[in-house]
């Protein structure tokens, strides 16, 4: 559920070598998107749809330096 997307991102942006608010903001932004759905694993979630939400949460720098390391399997 939520809690495992937090941890997910928040691990994903700690392994990609991001400082702890980075991290902690791509915990958040997956944890919203999961929060969002209705059923704890039944959702996508995009790159382009993630970086756009990304950069208005957090702005066009954050999204930038998110955005080299963000692969994901859905449009």
């Known amino acids: 559920g939520v809690g495992d997307a937090f941890r997910s991102g928040f691990l994903s942006a700690l392994a990609w070598g991001?400082?702890?608010e980075?991290?902690?903001?791509?915990?958040n932004l997956t944890a919203t998107h999961v929060?969002?759905?209705v059923g704890g694993?039944?959702?996508?979630?995009?790159?382009?749809?993630?970086?756009?939400?990304?950069?208005a949460a957090?702005?066009?720098?954050?999204?930038?330096?998110v955005a080299q390391h963000v692969k994901c399997h859905h449009a």
């Open 18 to 20: 991001l400082s702890l």
């Open 22 to 27: 980075r991290c902690g903001q791509v915990g």
């Open 35 to 37: 929060l969002e759905r």
């Open 41 to 55: 694993q039944e959702y996508e979630l995009g790159q382009k749809v993630f970086l756009e939400r990304f950069a």
């Open 58 to 65: 957090y702005g066009a720098e954050a999204a930038a330096e």
